[in-house]
Structures are given as structure tokens and as C-alpha cells.
């Protein structure tokens, strides 16, 4: 069975997933790099940068799963760029020539592009669809394996509310952003379908998962 | 030093400290209970409910903080009673006859009634005032002990934001609740101004303590 899973998905303590405003200089808003700094210091993150150090703790425990079994990518438009990047026809995403995704990725936007083809194994699809549309065709892509939904947070949210995420990993960072984009709007009741682990790091965060019954398979 | 602190505080992960709407009957709205069936299942608990029995982890060890060198509470209008309860000359809060705080107890209202004598050592003060000058009558009151802040929701939030509170033990009980009054509001950054730490319980809930830095003596 491939599920679609959710990783290494930051948020403030008040839910916030992103600051404000959004700009290609400030991909988080306000929030800087407040979000992540959890996860920029992992081993994980190190090889991924080249950097070759890091901490090897629970935080890194759960970050490596970010790529483990997982055959395609989803992620909605803000993930991909700044606002308005759609009217840049050179805007080829965040992560320089060599991006870190090394499968398929389905963008989702209103505004679909041509495929884009970086470094051999990251080939970027632009989607005008629904979330189901998107998961069914993303599904294809990954053959056996599972499907990584990306965010932002509004994708997160979207998916969430329409019961098509099996696992989904969060990271509670000790800060209040008190404004920006907030994953829980909308969501009353999610508890539900899912079991809730809360883990501690000694790095001040708390991973909590969410698994879905019937996926842990 | 007298410490203005709050203890027991329980939200859902979206961050509300009660859901809707809230009635004589569901004090917590559509919550009900279930803020605080980790306070209910605890020994400390059991004690206050003449019950004698229940847990003694880790949820137990945070809830007996609760009266332990206090000396004094406030409480919010919507603490003492159902919305509209100042329209009741009969009403005396939800406690019955022998309320647990066994301290004076100073209840913000802005239709303050005379002094409230219960039980012996529970002594029901209204106070039109602000939260600086609750405070300041409040500690009067508590001596050389500590204030606890009971709540509600928006009490907390307004001595937050107002910078008056020392200790803040938040429980984040993994559920989401969607809707109801939010704790989080309009305190961005408060973290700045505290050590925070995190701590898992069995139950599911995690504690969350703010400690100011020099509140610590």
C-alpha cells in the first residue's frame, strides 16, 4: 500500500507554519529561519548541504525519514516560489541546479507550466488539480512506493481535510509567531483517525506524529 | 519574591483553552471534558474529589503543583461562573459548597458584588481592576506566598501579554478542537522572555513550562 506521508513539518507553538509576508527573500516571512534551525543542525541536513556534520539525535532520527521509501513528491504553488513566480519563466524553484527531491515532483498551480527536467532525476510536473487528482496521478509516478506531500501549509491543511494524508510528522518549534499561515484551521476533529505520539528533543522541539489506522503497514 | 503563576492549563493543539459555546450546562462548550481527563485521572485529583485514587506520574507531579505555595487566586468573570451568572445573586461559582482553593480568590468582573465568604478559608473577592492592579492587591493578600492566575482563556492571555506572569505550565492535550476561545493570540514572541520546556506524559498530553528568567527563586 502506498501512503502519502508528511515530514519534517515545522510549526510555532501558535500553529503557524510560515510567517508573513511571503517574498522571495523572505520564503518564511517573519519567521525566518526560526521554523527549521531543529533541523539545519541534524547529520541529515549536513550531507544534504555538503556540510558533512550534525547532530545524530532524535531530531535527526526522524528528519533522515524524509526520504526513505518515497517515490514522488507533492507540493503546492507557494513551495515551489515566491508569489507571483508563475509570471518568471526562469523560475525553476528554490534549490539551485541540483535539487534535493531526486524523484518526480507534482507542483500544484492554478497556472500549469511545461515539465521541467534539473540534474537527471528531479523532473518537476505542474498540476491544475484537485487534491485526489493529485494524489492518484503522483501515486502512479512513485510505482510501489509512497508519496511525500511537501506543503506548504495550505496544501498540508488541504490534504489533511480531505482524509488523504496516512502519516503525517510535525515539529512544534518553542516560539509564538502569533501571524502568518496556520496548518489548523478548519481541522476540528483530526485527532480521530489517528494515532498521536509526542517525542521530545533536547533541542527544545516536539515531534508529534500523526498515523493513520490501518497504515502502519 | 511573590511569583504570579499558572498551573493546570490545558489546550487543544490548535491552541484553544475552552471550545463553544459555553453554558451553565457545558462549561467548556463542546470540549467537555476532554481538556482534562488527564487532570481527572491523576491521585491529586482523587484527593480533591474525595475519590482516593489515581495516577502518580508524571501528570500528577504537575497537577499537585497547583496550590503549592499560593496564597492567593485570580480568576476571570468566566471562571467563576456561566456567562450572564452576573445576573444570578444566587450564584456562588461551580464549586458548591466547599470550593478547593482555601485562599483568598479575587475575581475579575466589571460588575463586581460584595465579598463571598465560603467554607471558612474560601473568600470570594470582585474586582473591577486591570490585571497590574489585581496583581498588586492580589499578592497583598498572599503574603509572603505566591498568586496563582486561574484562568479563563482570556485572563491568561491578557496577564501574558501584559508581562505579569512568572511560571506558565501549559498542557497541550492532542486533540483539535477548531473552535472555542484561543490562548495564543496576540502574544507573539512571548518566548523571548521565558525558558521553555517540554514534557511527554503516557497519558498523551504534553506539558509546556514557561519559566521566566530570573523567576526561578
Known sequence: MSLLRVHNFAISLDGFGTGEPQSR?????????RLHEWMIATRWAGEMFG??????????????????????????????????????????????PNPPFHTPVFVLTHRPRPVLEMDGDN????????????LRVAREAAG???VRLGGGVTVVRDFLAAGLVDHLHL????????????????????ERDYQVESVPSPSGVVHLTFTRAGAEA
Do not use: C
Open 25 to 33: 527573500e523572505a520564503p518564511f516571512g517573519h519567521a525566518g529561519q
Open 51 to 96: 556540510r558533512g556534520d550534525g547532530t545524530t539525535g532524535v531530531d535527526d532520527a526522524f528528519a533522515s525519514q524524509h526520504g526513505q521509501g518515497i517515490g514522488a513528491e507533492i507540493m503546492g504553488s507557494n513551495k515551489f516560489g515566491y508569489p507571483g513566480w508563475q509570471d518568471d519563466p526562469e523560475w525553476t524553484g528554490w534549490w539551485g
Open 123 to 134: 523532473v518537476f510536473h505542474f498540476l491544475d488539480a484537485t487534491p485526489a487528482e493529485a
Open 144 to 146: 510501489e512506493l509512497d
Open 171 to 190: 515539529v512544534v518549534v518553542p516560539i509564538v509567531l502569533g501571524r502568518g499561515v496556520r496548518l489548523w484551521d478548519g481541522l476540528e476533529g483530526l
